[in-house]
């Protein structure tokens, strides 16, 4: 952005770049809670020395761009700053959605948490998808359920039009994984020393 004051300019600017932030985390924490996010201030990539099996990552460049016609400016349509904002953030999101689905597959295909569809119908794939969970204990104590995200709606309405042989199955394993999720934390929590 050009404008003749330099102080003007800058607080534009940094205005916009605050919006824009706050705008893209919001639409990721559609998909990403706040607290299964993390910020990472230095360097290129992380690693868990302590976990050999955990997942060595990197940061990735995201970019975005816009461009607006001059007859926009001169013609003084601020709506350019509306359209400007909600495209950027549309391609962040297409961006961050790409790379966590692209990050959950190169993961699950590295660790063999995978499922062969072929030859079955989605609920079937679904369950079998689902034994191969495992759910965790957050902070809190409480029991960590999986997200389910899913191509469109008909996947939905394919798992919820199930007989009730399925859902009481569904819901066996489920149970089943909580407690194996709380029996894991007594296990982790046992290892450490308590102090009196």
């Not at 699950?108 to 119908?121: I, L």
């Not at 409480?142 to 039009?161: A, F």
């Amino acid at each position: 952005m050009f404008f003749e004051f330099r102080p003007e300019t800058e607080a534009l600017s940094e205005s916009f770049a605050k919006l824009l932030v706050r705008q893209i985390g919001q639409k990721v924490g559609e998909r990403i809670p706040r607290e299964n996010r993390q910020t990472y201030s230095h360097g290129r990539s992380w690693q868990h020395p302590a976990n050999e099996k955990a997942f060595v990552g990197e940061l990735k460049t995201q970019s975005a761009e816009y461009s607006t016609h001059f007859s926009e400016i001169a013609d003084g349509d601020f709506g350019v700053i509306t359209r400007m904002i909600a495209s950027v953030v549309k391609q962040f999101d297409e961006a961050a959605a790409k790379m966590l689905y692209s990050t959950v597959a190169e993961i699950c295909d590295a660790t063999g948490q995978t499922v062969d569809a072929k030859g079955k119908s989605f609920p079937d794939a679904f369950l079998e998808a689902f034994r191969k969970l495992e759910f965790v204990v957050g902070r809190d104590g409480t029991v960590s359920l999986p997200e389910i995200h899913v191509g469109n709606m008909d996947m939905v309405k394919q798992l919820e039009s199930m007989g009730e042989e399925y859902h009481r199955e569904f819901e066996r394993l489920k149970e089943e994984k909580v407690a194996h999720a709380k029996a894991q934390e007594a296990i982790r929590k046992a290892k450490f020393r308590r102090r009196n």
